[in-house]
């Protein structure tokens, strides 16, 4: 991450302590499972991902003809469900009149062509909406396993090509039974300003949720090896040593808006010490 953007993000974390996420209208929230475990960074060949944390593993499939999610754009709109699930408390979930409305609830601005973000918002949304999750731990003398749908039904009917323009019937989403219960009972709340500054990277994503959510319960001292990391948010580096470089790089840009998070990254691993989370946990409506 070079200087300018460094700098960019110092602006917007002074903006960020100027005020306070519930204040500024800004918290959101993520699906606990997959600030655990990871989606993917980048476009992956196969139908099936694994991420594991210590015992816990998720595994992500999607049909062959859609493929899998990856890159940033899942990882928005999965904070932009989780959201608007706890903030409705409704499983049906309503997406906006027309395509521009809805990228600027993700902060995207609407493009056209091959690789516009209209093109590359339906083409992640498609992938995700498709795809299913398994959850599983395994203790040894304990296992468990959940299967999670993150949705039953998706309705896009805007038209790509006129993003302004109203379709005749309301896009919708209604999320599946498991998913619902777990982002509304369990979610990991987030400032929203966080993850829009952010949001160019999907690693950098992953290690602000990932970090906030450790903070909330951490209580003593720890230290995770950097292979216990690569597992879990960088599976596909053929080297520790190359994660580990990539990893760092993120981790400045995250501790730049997360200046709370006490944290050293050692030679064997990133050390963990006792912090507020980066937003505190707020009593839920539902």
């Known amino acids: 991450m070079n200087e300018k953007n460094i700098d960019k993000l110092v602006s917007e974390a002074l903006a960020i302590e100027a005020e306070e996420a519930v204040e500024a209208d800004a918290i959101g929230y993520m699906a606990r499972a997959l600030v655990q475990a990871t989606m993917p960074h980048r476009q ?31 990882r928005l709109l999965i904070a932009w469900v989780t959201s608007e699930a706890v903030r409705t408390g409704e499983r049906e979930l309503i997406l906006g009149d027309n395509l521009s409305q809805f990228m600027r609830e993700l902060d995207m601005v609407p493009t056209g062509g091959r690789w516009g973000t209209v093109t590359r918002l339906r083409e992640q949304m498609k992938r995700l909406f498709a795809s299913s999750v398994t959850c599983t731990y395994d203790g040894g003398a304990s296992y468990a396993v959940e299967n999670i749908q993150v949705v039953d039904s998706a309705r896009l009917w805007w038209d790509p090509k006129a993003p302004d323009q109203a379709a005749l019937w309301e896009s919708t989403l209604t999320l599946g039974e498991r998913f619902f219960d777990e982002v509304s009972q369990r979610p990991v709340p987030i400032d929203m300003r966080a993850l ?21 319960y951490l209580r003593q001292r720890t230290v995770i090896p950097w292979v ?28 730049t808006l997360y200046p709370e998070a006490k944290i050293a990254a050692l030679d064997h691993g990133l050390e963990l010490r006792p912090s507020p989370p980066h937003v505190a946990s707020t009593k839920r409506v539902r």
């Open 44 to 74: 992956t060949d196969g139908v099936e991902f694994v991420r594991r944390n210590g015992q816990f593993e998720l595994a992500l499939m999607a049909p062959s003809r859609t493929g899998l999610p990856y890159g940033s754009i899942p």
């Open 196 to 216: 829009r500054a952010l949001r160019r990277s999907p690693m950098a994503l992953d290690i602000y949720c990932w970090l906030t959510y450790r903070m909330s």
């Open 228 to 255: 216990a990391l690569q597992m879990q948010f960088g599976s596909d580096y053929a080297e520790t040593r190359f994660f580990k470089r990539k990893f760092k790089e993120h981790l400045r840009a995250v501790a």
